[in-house]
């Protein structure tokens, strides 16, 4: 009985550390064309959790769209949930799809 719970909590413990790596550095994927400011500028945006209220951890972020002076792309939560947002040099950051489940 103390072998699964002390397996349990390992693997716990090991889900927590992986979550915590992942807040401070999601995964961009799609994003190989972007200069490096902008790669640079999206990945601070996405770090750290969504909010003080909603305990969301930010997994990965998929670069949907690249166009001539904006970069839309999606911004995908643990346990549910992804935003849509863009990026501008001009203006900087906008919500263009709020908080919604997968």
Not at 1 to 12: D, E, R
Not at 76 to 84: D, E, H, T, W
């Amino acid at each position: 009985m103390k072998k699964k719970w002390i397996l349990l909590l390992t693997i716990a413990a090991a889900i927590l550390l992986s979550l915590c790596v992942l807040c401070a550095h999601p995964i961009l994927l799609g994003g190989a064309d972007l200069p490096a400011e902008e790669r640079k500028a999206i990945l601070s945006q996405a770090k750290g959790v969504y909010s003080d209220r909603l305990w969301l951890v930010p997994v990965f972020v998929s670069v949907e769209k690249v166009g001539a002076q904006r970069v839309y792309y999606t911004v995908r939560y643990f346990p549910f949930g992804s935003v849509g947002m863009s990026y501008g040099e001009p203006d900087g950051y906008n919500i263009e799809k709020p908080l919604t489940r997968w």
